[in-house]
């Protein structure tokens, strides 16, 4: 069998040391993957991840190898341009990890280039399967395609092709479903703590919630008074709502497009 890991044999670098980068930088330590060097303009936050992955690291990205593989960007959305007019290289690919930018955000800078998106909310303390993680893969030519294909292969039992387009509305249905869910979270958290009530009464429903939503359809698992049109119940919430007007105002909202998500046919 081919050794993919030829493919990779001159290292890799991670260029941010954030959530994302933690995470991709961890796996491929895991999978015995060279990383030659972490950049990020902190200092603090390049050498942890460096220690953690025993690899060197650096602030000033002209410091950074140009003969690696594959240049990992994972960085804020809005500076992974400001890295590729910077980032000085010989002939590796060049990837970004966000969900909302274009694979032709790099066009104008590097020969090969892609996204290697990883379909999963991050933060550095918490532990996760990345074999479990959805990886999407995008690239500028089938060399390049090729490679990350393999490598994300060899990380995750879940990757995809998913071209730009497929991924910004990809992005947009994971927003909702995880950024906009973990909000409610904590406008319940909020409401019961002004109470005093112990938020964890909720876990066993989010748990539930969380569950069905993965095994049925989301519309099919609906439940609540929205879905009842139970106006009686939703006019008293909103009536307890009355010095929380940010949240009446969603409160009325969702309610008012699970009524009709829910009835549009």
Do not use: W
């Not at 020969?111 to 909310?121: C, E, M």
């Not at 532990?127 to 490598?151: D, R, Y």
């Amino acid at each position: 069998m081919m050794n993919y890991k030829n493919d990779f044999k001159n290292g890799i670098v991670i260029i941010g040391a954030g959530n994302v980068a933690t995470h991709i930088a961890l796996a491929l330590k895991n999978a015995n993957y060279s990383i030659k060097s972490i950049y990020s303009q902190t200092e603090k936050s390049a050498q942890n991840l460096a220690e953690k992955i025993n690899s060197s690291f650096t602030t000033h990205i002209e410091k950074l190898p140009d003969n690696a593989d594959i240049y990992v960007i994972a960085v804020k959305d809005t500076i992974i341009e400001d890295i590729a007019k910077k980032l000085n290289i010989l002939s590796g690919i060049v990837v970004h990890t966000a969900g909302s930018v274009p694979m032709s955000v790099f066009e104008s800078y590097f020969k090969n280039f892609g996204v290697f998106y990883p379909l999963q909310t991050f933060t550095k303390s918490r532990n996760l399967a990345f074999s479990e993680i959805p990886l999407c893969i995008e690239a500028n030519n089938n060399n390049a395609e090729n490679k990350l294909l393999n490598l994300a292969e060899s990380l995750s039992k879940k990757v995809a092709l998913v071209n730009s387009e497929k991924r910004k509305i990809l992005h947009l249905a994971a927003v909702f479903a995880c950024n906009f869910t973990n909000h409610m979270y904590s406008i319940g958290y909020e409401l019961l703590s002004e109470q005093n009530i112990d938020f964890n009464l909720l876990h066993p429903l989010i748990n539930e919630t969380a569950k069905k939503a993965t095994e049925m359809s989301p519309i099919d698992a609906q439940t609540g008074p929205a879905m009842r049109q139970d106006n009686k119940t939703i006019d008293m919430h909103l009536k307890m709502l009355k010095d929380y007007p940010e949240f009446e105002k969603i409160y009325r909202f969702v309610s008012d497009s699970i009524f009709t998500l829910n009835n549009k046919d």
